[in-house]
């Protein structure tokens, strides 16, 4: 602060270095005026010891001497002076002031409490059942600092609705307006500065920490609201204690030892200390005589500036030091304005022009301060640069009295009308959610009579054994820090960590071990899930339509899988497709063009064509299964595909019964038999077979009709859709009709011997059939162990081959013989003609002489 160093070596050459040269400072700290303000200012400090033992209400004795309720009074001093110089506030009056010691003690602050309250021109309180005429001595009270004094003398000044403004007194309960309707402060509230500290814990990931507090009703109330805000933001709490005041009772100082004993068992790095300068003093000083490991201290404001603590002995061993001042103006030339006082103090011209009388207030509370006329430089070389922002809230808090009198007073500008005096309650009744300035800094109390300030983050920083306070980042809602500004006490100046347990990585979870939430194992998320925030402990299930690796942290769309065109499964059994397709009408072209060859009529004639035509369509009907599914393919594919191949055996059954009839049957029956699986009666056997797995079909589509479905399951990453079977065993009784035309082919032309001299169908047909069953036995296994997504694709696979196996068994011969053996396409070979003949001239058809099984 500017001036300081002037007002070192002002004070060196008027106090004498210390000679303790008797001052008038005591006789300053009261003017008259129209209006009197009392103030309550931490002028000295007793004796603890003296108050334990105390057993009369007598008088109580300050010993110590206190710089900064010296200041704070200075301040008020500094303020009134200037408003009665200021043409613009107050125009015409001035205002008086009336400065009491209040020891830092309950008690010792009740006497000037009562004098205040005395009714003006008497020295005495009135009992009145109405106290709305009452006049008393002062219209205001300004202090006292601390939050334990303000809880009493705030219910006992709202008792007369008489306004009282503090400049340090921060506790929350102090913001109820039940209990203190005129209660107003010029700092925030001590909810602000906590909600502040938590940021600082969570800037720095520190969420394992200890918290302690002042075993009074300051402390206990901060560490209260600092755990509820702790909690809501994850901030683990290690341990959670009070810390009694300072004394030498053995029990108290056991407390203090134990305090530390648990904090070092806790092995936190952070310590949240919210407690009175006495109470940190306590702790302190033992952390220091029992070498307790250097942690960061999160101060409140009581102590963060407290020279109690600053100059202890040794105290750069405790750590790192943070804490929050609210901001506040400068007031740049207070240090010339204390050192101008102290030097009239010093003037005994100046001194002997002050009445030397002692007023009637001294004869009650006693000497308002009397270690203030034996002050040395070495009692006032500290404290005002640390202590400027409680100097500025003193201030403030004469400008905010001074203007609710100047607004119930209704003052213009340049005059105040006459009336008469204002009463407290009357100025009580404009401070509500008023508006003022101090030093161009606007402010205004809020319904609870709070002001809203910025605050500083200050850090501790050493200069030889005292520490200094640096500016490190603001709060206004938002921290803000200064990183390069900072000085930690740990190796490479790295800001410590404290915490139970690492961070999780990605797609981790926490598993929480013991009581504490920060006390965790990280556990990895499974694939389907994910981590949705850090502070998770479960993984998150992806919806139906999503999915996810292990440990993701998010979900992703599940892409639609089917039997696509451009897969390569698809691509092979389309080339098998366009192989079996183009044997099945090559062959039927070459059949019709040989239509009336014996070949042709020995395989059915127009039969055989039509055998062909549907086996074709077998083919065609594997086009249904690749794609998109649709409602309609999914119902055509399975009677598409089965219909033509129940005409094809059904011509093939045809076949094989005329060739058994013929070798196995007596002639008479043959030739009965024979005329019969020709012609008409033929067509009538093959419309009944398809009629017969038509009706097959329409059941299965009826009863268990196949649907278009997306299966979320079956597929890791993609949504299988498919055509979802919805009986396997109706499907396999739409086979019926097809296995049994093909067992009775087979079991005919099975036990069939061959005839010399002529072509052997029976063999080509026995052929077929065991292609058919070879391909749609092993089709259900395999079927049953691929995957969904290729299940169409074994379908598609198993009618080809099936169509394939009857073309290369029981067609491709013919057409071979027909291409290359044009000459063994004779009735004899084909038709028998005659054999009937050399069978019966064979015996009992033993095939002896030559044959000719060129097919």
Request: a negative charge; aromatic letters at 10%; glycine letters at 8%.
């Amino acid at each position: 602060m500017p001036g300081l160093a002037v007002l070192g070596l002002g004070l060196a050459a008027l106090l004498g270095l210390g000679t303790g040269t008797s001052l008038c400072l005591s006789r300053q700290l009261r003017m008259q005026g129209d209006y009197i303000l009392g103030g309550l200012f931490p002028l000295g400090i007793a004796e603890e010891a003296g108050l334990r033992h105390r057993t009369q209400p007598n008088g109580i004795v300050c010993t110590r001497f206190s710089s900064l309720g010296l200041f704070l009074a200075m301040a008020v001093k500094m303020a009134v002076e200037e408003i009665n110089n200021s043409s613009t506030l107050l125009p015409g009056l001035y205002l008086g002031y009336d400065l009491f010691d209040t020891c830092s003690e309950p008690m010792a602050t009740m006497k000037p409490s009562l004098t205040f309250l005395a009714e003006a021109g008497n020295g005495s309180i009135a009992a009145y059942c109405n106290y709305t005429q009452y006049q008393p001595r002062v219209l205001a009270v300004i202090g006292p600092h601390s939050s334990e004094l303000a809880l009493i003398t705030g219910k006992f000044f709202s008792f007369f609705l008489m306004p009282q403004v503090s400049y340090g007194a921060s506790m929350d309960r102090l913001s109820n307006r039940e209990t203190f309707p005129s209660f107003f402060r010029t700092v925030p509230s001590d909810r602000v500065q906590l909600e502040a500290m938590v940021k600082l814990l969570q800037k720095f990931e520190w969420n394992w920490v200890a918290a302690l507090g002042s075993d009074d009703e300051y402390g206990r109330e901060g560490l209260s609201i600092f755990s509820g805000l702790a909690n809501a933001q994850n901030i683990c709490i290690a341990h959670e204690g009070l810390v009694p005041l300072l004394s030498a009772d053995a029990l108290q100082l056991g407390k203090v030892l134990d305090v530390l004993h648990q904090v070092n068992q806790s092995n936190v790095q952070v310590v949240v200390l919210f407690a009175s300068s006495q109470a940190a003093h306590a702790l302190l000083r033992y952390s220091i005589h029992h070498s307790l490991s250097p942690k960061v201290w999160v101060a409140s404001e009581a102590w963060l500036t407290s020279d109690l603590v600053m100059t202890l002995p040794g105290i750069a061993q405790v750590g790192t030091v943070l804490g929050f001042l609210q901001r506040g103006v400068q007031l740049s030339e207070f240090s010339q304005y204390v050192e101008t006082h102290l030097a009239l103090a010093s003037d005994p011209a100046f001194c002997a022009s002050l009445d030397d009388k002692p007023d009637l207030e001294e004869h009650v509370v006693g000497p308002r301060c009397p270690h203030c006329d034996h002050i040395t430089l070495r009692n006032l070389s500290t404290g005002l640069l640390q202590n400027h922002h409680q100097i500025f809230a003193t201030y403030a808090a004469v400008y905010s009295v001074a203007q609710a009198l100047h607004n119930t007073l209704r003052c213009s500008p340049t005059s105040c009308p006459t009336q008469e005096p204002v009463r407290p309650w009357q100025l009580l009744e404009n401070m509500y959610n008023m508006s003022f300035r101090a030093r161009g800094l606007a402010l205004q109390f809020d319904a609870s009579g709070n002001v809203d300030m910025e605050y500083d983050l200050k850090m501790w920083v050493w200069q030889r054994s005292t520490p200094r306070l640096r500016t490190v980042g603001t709060f206004n809602g938002s921290l803000w820090l200064q990183p390069s500004q900072m000085h930690w006490h740990t190796p490479g100046n790295q800001a410590p960590t404290s915490q139970c347990s690492r961070q999780c990585e990605e797609g981790q979870v926490r598993r929480v071990k013991g009581f504490h939430s920060c006390c965790y194992d990280c556990v990895d998320c499974e694939a389907g899930s994910y981590r949705q925030s850090l502070d998770d402990f479960a993984c998150t299930r992806c919806g139906q339509d999503q999915w996810s690796p292990e440990r993701s942290t998010r979900c992703f769309p599940r892409r639609p899988r089917f039997l696509a065109w451009g897969e390569p499964a698809v691509l092979l059994l389309l080339l098998l497709l366009s192989l079996a397709l183009s044997l099945a009408l090559a062959t039927l072209g070459l059949f019709i063009y040989h239509r009336d060859s014996p070949l042709v009529q020995a395989s059915g004639g127009p039969l055989a064509c039509f055998g062909l035509a549907c086996l074709g369509l077998v083919c065609l009907s594997v086009l249904l299964f690749p794609g998109w599914p649709s409602p309609a393919s999914c119902l055509a594919q399975q009677p598409l595909a089965h219909l033509p191949l129940t005409g094809c055996l059904s011509t093939l059954f045809l076949q094989a019964a005329d060739t058994f009839v013929e070798s196995e049957l007596p002639p008479s029956w043959a030739t009965w038999l024979h005329g019969h699986l020709q012609g008409p009666w033929a067509w009538l056997v093959v419309l009944l077979a398809i009629l017969m797995e038509a009706v097959l079909c329409a059941w299965y589509l009826v009863a268990f009709p196949p649907e278009v479905v997306t299966d979320w399951t079956v597929l890791p990453t993609e949504a299988l859709v498919h055509c979802h079977v919805r009986s396997w065993v109706s499907l396999g009784l739409v086979h019926i009709t097809n296995a049994s035309l093909a067992f009775l082919c087979f079991l005919g032309t099975f036990l069939v011997q061959s005839q010399p001299g002529r072509y052997n169908q029976a063999r080509g047909l026995t052929f077929a059939m065991l292609a058919y069953f070879i391909t749609w036995v092993s089709f259900v296994p395999l079927l049953t162990n691929v995957q969904v997504v290729y299940q169409p694709a074994v379908q598609m696979g198993a009618i080809l081959l099936c169509a394939l196996g009857i073309l290369a068994a029981f067609h491709l011969p013919k057409c071979y013989l027909l291409l290359w053996w044009p000459r063994l396409n004779t009735p004899e070979f084909f038709l028998g003609a005659g054999s009937r003949d050399t069978r019966d001239m064979g015996g009992s058809g033993s095939g002896e002489g030559p044959q000719r099984n060129e097919g």
